[in-house]
């Protein structure tokens, strides 16, 4: 059996894990607060008989498999269906599924129960189908399905009854396509839009105390029938904006529903049971080592505090309570005690209270008064350990892998966004240490012989030799002795397989394995080709077009620098030299003079002589960084996406120069303000100037919300 480590010093049975996670879930469902768990099931029965006891002779309950078969023969006659499922809780890698319900018109919602237990014993009950059984049956789905939560749905039936269901309609998704501004919950939104009454929720039936397998069947099937019907009812309702022909934002709108939307279910799906794997040890050495890094940070904050031992003592002459001795430097009430109370700090930071500890406040004080940095550097390494490092063996999955939840729509934005049990798209891109966490995965397999005497492997499997090395399986040779003391005759590749046969045709296994590697990519400059594309502006349509980096552009127009002064990155083949501080910079001619280039049209480098130049070095193109450059272009990056999202002078003036203080390291200097804001506003201009039809731009989007409040592309 594999082990998996938890903690330093600490190593556990994977399979115990599992069960512990389930044990701890069935302890939680046995030992409600206040009440036991036959005195919840009668309040709930009593709930459900009030709420939906009208639908008793309305909703069916399918515990008979030929019954079940009748049922998927007339939905595939039908062509659609609405289908929910119940289960343990909401992880589908742990909690297992306990009923399915589905709908189409023509026919009564049905619930089939699968994994219903006997409340006292927990056996489970008896006239229940199988997960087998029912698995069977809905293999023969031809359906188009709709699901509230698809991604749930879909992976609770592929992980517990290992089948794969199409989603043709996603009613969460489309009503956060229709209005991303409210709740998208299945039942508030059938309460707003189709009942018009209150409805209760999944959670206020169970009270958060018991697990939906306790629930008697002869009550179950009328709460899971409600959520199939609702389901399609909101299908319903929707259905009638998406197939709006009428209106060319809801033809736009369904466009991106069905071509966009709809497939990345799917994507989800396959992204969160797939995961991400984990190097279990490399975490652990990662734990040892920021642990260290957070005890010299939070040294280093008690060094700090104990230069103001005496303004502290003083105040706690007046102060019984407040501050603990020493000062916890991670509770905000007294980092926010000794700032503003003891040291009388005030921030001028128009968008944050007044009395704020947060990232923003350290920073802005961080300068002047070294116990704010020494604070911020404590908080930094705490998160990165609670946040990235020691969470990663509990979440870490029995296949190795952690498994997170991808929303396409999370953000309101329609950005997608990673929650639960970590947010992967908010891993620190500035420490690579984090990263390696994740690596590409290594399985092994037993490759068994095929009655033709052959094996096929795929062609990016590796074979272990005799030797104990491996062998990419498309360079064997004849002759080659494998791990099983087998020798090769021949080798065929066929497309992404390959045939290998052995001398005598022995039956025995070969070993093989698959090495995994994680490939990053990120889009270049992605809101500015956008804007690009909906503004229409002929100078930046222009500098896309013969290649020039925007944002360079930007920079060399704001900043009033020649283009390649703006550059991230060194032209390829531009001779560079150190100044003995390890900055590069472009190195001048032998002469001493300037080589002239300057412009975009000039960075071309392949004809010059290098002899003619003072140089350490040619720039290959690619990893020779100009930090000047990068500054100005970051700059510059600053000023467009301000200008993109709104920002005024004043916060361009921010992020540029940051909030200028006078001499104390508290007060705003104001003439300094203003004179930044004057400036930012200036280098907005220049930049509205040089790209006369992004301001248009922005005061059409403007109109258009204010006449519909709402914005399309």
């Known amino acids: 059996m594999p082990l998996i480590k938890l903690k330093a010093g600490v190593k556990t049975k994977i399979d115990d894990r599992l069960a512990f996670e389930r044990l701890k879930k069935a302890e939680k469902a046995k030992k409600p607060q206040g009440k036991n768990r036959l005195d919840i ?27 079940l078969h009748e049922y998927i023969d007339k939905a595939n006659a039908y062509g659609t269906l609405a289908i929910d499922t119940e289960t343990m809780g909401k992880d589908p890698l742990y909690d297992d599924i306990v009923g399915m319900s589905s709908y189409f018109p023509g026919e009564k919602p049905v619930y089939v129960p699968i994994n219903h237990s006997d409340p006292i014993s927990g056996a489970r009950l008896e006239n229940q189908l199988t997960r087998e059984q029912v698995a069977e049956e809905i293999k023969r789905l031809t359906t188009k399905n709709i699901f509230h939560n698809a991604p749930f749905d879909l992976r609770i039936i592929k992980r517990w009854l290992g089948v794969n269901l199409n989603c043709w309609w996603e009613t969460l998704v489309g009503a956060t396509l229709l209005n991303e501004n409210e709740d998208h919950s299945l039942k508030p939104l059938h309460e707003k839009y189709i009942s018009h009454k209150a409805e209760k929720k999944f959670g206020e039936y169970l009270h958060s105390k018991i697990t939906w397998n306790l629930i008697p069947i002869e009550y179950a099937y009328l709460y899971a029938s409600h959520d199939a019907i609702d389901t399609w009812d909101l299908f319903e309702f929707q259905k009638k904006y998406f197939y709006n022909t009428e209106r060319q934002d809801l033809v736009k709108l369904n466009w991106l529903y069905r071509n966009i939307e709809i497939p990345m279910v799917n994507v989800v799906v396959d992204l969160t049971e797939r995961g991400v794997a984990v190097n279990l040890d490399y975490v652990k050495e990662l734990s040892v080592k920021y642990h260290k ?32 001795n020493p000062i916890k430097v991670g509770s905000d009430q007294q980092v926010a005690i000794l700032f503003y109370d003891v040291l009388g700090l005030k921030h001028g930071l128009k968008d944050k209270k007044e009395r704020s500890v947060d990232e923003d406040v350290l920073n802005y004080f961080a300068d002047k008064h070294p116990i704010c940095k020494a604070i911020a550097d404590y908080r930094g390494a705490r998160k990165m350990i609670s946040t990235y490092i020691d969470k990663i063996p509990e979440i870490t999955f029995k296949d190795g892998r952690v498994h997170t939840g991808f929303n396409s729509n999370g953000a309101k934005t329609g950005r997608m966004s990673s929650s639960r049990p970590i947010n992967l798209q908010n891993i620190p891109s500035d420490n690579t240490e984090i990263r390696q966490m994740y690596i590409g995965q290594i399985t092994f397999r037993d490759c068994p012989m095929r009655s033709d005497g052959g094996y096929i492997f795929k062609r990016c499997e590796e074979i272990k030799m005799q030797d104990g090395s491996y062998q990419w399986v498309e360079l064997l040779k004849d002759g080659d002795v494998l791990s099983n003391g087998e020798t090769v005759i021949t080798t065929r590749i066929k497309e992404l397989a390959v045939l ?3 001398v005598g045709n022995p039956s025995t296994p070969i ?11 990120d889009y270049s400059g992605q809101e500015p080709r956008v804007l690009t594309d909906l503004c229409k502006d002929e100078g930046m349509l222009n500098a896309y077009t013969v290649g020039k980096d925007l944002y360079a552009e930007i920079a060399s127009i704001s900043l009033v620098q020649p283009y390649k002064e703006c550059l991230e990155h060194f032209p390829k083949g531009c001779p560079i030299k150190d100044d003995g501080e390890g900055h590069w910079l472009y190195a001048k001619l032998k002469t001493g003079e300037e080589d002239g280039k300057k412009n975009f049209e000039d960075l071309d480098y392949s004809d010059i002589n290098p002899d003619d130049y003072d140089y350490d070095k040619l ?9 000047a450059g990068k500054k100005r272009r970051t700059q510059a990056k600053r000023i467009l996406l301000g200008i993109m999202y709104g920002r005024g002078a004043k916060s361009i003036a921010e992020q540029l120069f940051g909030v200028p203080l006078k001499a104390d390291g508290v007060t705003v200097d104001k003439d300094k303000e203003k004179e930044n804001k004057k400036k930012a506003q200036e280098i907005k201009d220049s930049v509205y100037n040089a790209f006369p039809r992004i301001k248009p731009f922005e005061e059409e989007s403007k109109e258009m919300v204010r006449k519909f409040g709402y914005v399309t592309t």
């Open 500 to 502: 290998v046969a052995l």
């Open 41 to 67: 099931i009668e309040e709930i029965k009593k709930d459900i008989e009030e709420n939906l006891g009208e639908y008793q002779d309305a909703y069916r309950c399918i515990q008979d498999l030929d019954e």
């Open 293 to 324: 890094e957070l005890d010299i940070a939070l040294k280093k904050c008690y060094d700090e505090i104990a230069n103001y031992q005496q303004l502290i003592d003083e105040w706690r002459l007046t102060h019984a309570k407040g501050l603990s």
């Open 619 to 627: 720039v290959d193109g690619e990893t020779d960084v100009y930090k």
């Open 511 to 521: 070993h093989s394995r698959i090495r995994r590697v994680i490939q990053g990519a």
